[in-house]
């Protein structure tokens, strides 16, 4: 059984800086890949960013430069350093595992990230 739990969430200032962690249970994250999505009240859930089992990186046109998908293999372990936060930004962020299909397998519950203006 898989499980991914994401922490990190908070209230933060515009400009401030969050990072989201995933820990994930079940599966090995070095070996799949690992994206973070997220979902503002009213809107779609939308991507965010990816990390490929080989390591490669995928963003965002929104949040290109200022936020950093990474993993920690040994506490199998993915993370979203958030910089440069905006007001924009405010959403329930999602991590999710793709087992090796088109589409995303495995959701976390979600964190709240709010910034404030």
């Known amino acids: 059984q898989v499980q991914l739990v994401e922490s990190g969430g908070g209230l933060v200032q515009a400009g401030d800086s969050l990072r989201l962690s995933c820990v994930a249970s079940g599966r090995t994250v070095s070996r799949y890949a690992m994206g973070w999505f997220r979902q503002a009240p009213g809107k779609d859930r939308e991507f965010v960013a990816a990390?490929?089992?080989?390591?490669?990186?995928v963003y965002a046109d929104s949040v290109k430069g200022r936020f950093t998908i990474s993993r920690d293999n040994a506490k199998n372990t993915v993370y979203l350093q958030m910089n440069s936060l905006k007001p924009e930004d405010t959403a329930v962020y999602y991590c999710?595992?793709?087992?090796?299909?088109?589409?995303?397998?495995?959701w976390g519950q979600g964190t709240q990230v709010t910034v404030s203006s």
């Open positions: 999710a595992l793709k087992m090796g299909g088109a589409t995303y397998d495995y």
């Open positions: 990390l490929s089992w080989s390591g490669n990186t």
